[in-house]
């Protein structure tokens, strides 16, 4: 079956603790991308990936991380976690990125939470 | 870049057609018109996409007006498994506002 998946779906940590919200893709996409949800504001694109070793800011890129050494995972990285990082986060998939018209799969989502 | 303007909310009856409207007035002539839904807090699903044509597949209809600056996304029977937040994007910005939180009232 066709699907990004995420881990973990749910996690509380505290402040200042390193964390990885994995995702990885099974449909050979070539971008990816990683979106935060807060009530209100809808969902804001963080990093994204063009392809392997290339990635890009996003519109909250700040106190975010990513890596995309394989093509399938696109892993995002808090360093520092700090209390207004508390959200829901999507990461997507496609085969090209949105601007050529095709379709995203999103995954399930993360909802985090820091103390 | 194009940004979106969709109502907050909208009601449908069961089995009637659902019309969700989008103004895009700023869209440029090759930014694609996108529709997706967000059901609960699931990840979001994609419905439909379209450049200048209308388009149909098995979920929905979007129907572009001649000019682009608006669009509408018609479910033409809708069903209790419908009500979601949808959500109107184009493209270079794919920026996902808040959407129409459509409710299909049995």
């Known amino acids: 079956e066709a699907q990004v998946t995420q881990n973990p779906r749910y996690l509380i940590t505290v402040t200042g603790k390193k964390l990885t919200v994995t995702c990885s893709q099974n449909?050979?996409?070539?971008?990816m991308s990683w979106y935060r949800q807060d009530p209100g504001l809808g969902l804001r694109q963080i990093y994204y990936?063009?392809?392997?070793?290339?990635?890009d800011k996003g519109d909250v890129p700040e106190g975010y991380k990513v890596s995309r050494k394989e093509k399938r995972n696109f892993p995002l990285i808090l360093e520092s976690p700090s209390p207004n990082q508390t959200s829901l986060y999507f990461c997507a998939s496609s085969q090209i990125p949105p601007e050529g018209g095709n379709e995203q799969f999103f995954g399930p989502g993360t909802r985090l939470t820091v103390l | 870049d194009a940004k979106t303007t969709q109502p907050t909310s909208m009601d449908c009856a069961e089995g009637r057609a659902a019309n969700l409207p989008c103004n895009h007035s700023t869209i440029s002539g090759n930014e694609y018109v996108y529709w997706y839904r967000q059901i609960h807090s699931q990840g979001p699903q994609y419905i439909i996409h379209g450049l200048k044509n209308n388009e149909t597949n098995e979920m929905a209809s979007l129907i572009i007006t001649e000019d682009r600056k608006s669009s509408t996304l018609i479910l033409p029977h809708a069903t209790l498994r419908d009500t979601a937040v949808y959500y109107c994007i184009v493209t270079f910005q794919f920026y996902f506002g808040t959407g129409t939180s459509l409710t299909v009232i049995p």
């Open positions: 449909m050979n996409h070539e971008y």
């Open positions: 990936s063009m392809n392997v070793e290339v990635t």
